[in-house]
């Protein structure tokens, strides 16, 4: 088992979440809601208001999310999914673990205690374009948040 972080459309209640639940995908389990250690820009960008959370470490926010232990077949549809390595790369970060409900069986681990500190995989990008630093940053993201950039999802786009 492989621990991910989501920032993003995968998180609950966001509209990419049920393709993590969809067991024809692989195995998801949630685990908890972390932040990040470090600060990032979190960005919603692009004609389809796709959120990327770009690798410059040090600028922008600590970002909210939840961390999910997958399973080998999951992680590979995630990769496929993110259009890892073009779009995003999975890169390890560092995290604060606000609530921790870990997996079932010795896979998952052993429990960390509250603000403890995990490391996890989260899917980041230093393919972006320059333009987008200039981007609002969020530190917790909700698809259907004021900001009003709807997501389009993959079987809407053009
Ligand atoms: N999906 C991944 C990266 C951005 C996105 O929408 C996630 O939720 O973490």
Known sequence: MTHVFVYGTLKRGQPNYFRMMDR???????CGSARTVDRFPLVIAGRY???????VPGKGQQVKGE??????????????FEG???????IPVKLEVEEWVGGDGPASGPKPA???IIEAFVYSTTTYQPEWLNLPYFDNYDAHGDHGLVYVDRESRD
Not at 84 to 90: N, S
């Open 24 to 30: 024809g995908n692989g195995k998801a389990q949630f």
């Open 49 to 55: 208001n796709i959120p990327f959370l770009l690798n």
């Open 67 to 80: 961390v999910y232990c997958v399973d080998a077949q999951m992680l590979k549809f995630l990769d496929e």
């Open 84 to 90: 890892c390595p073009h779009m995003y790369q999975r």
């Open 114 to 116: 509250a603000k403890s």
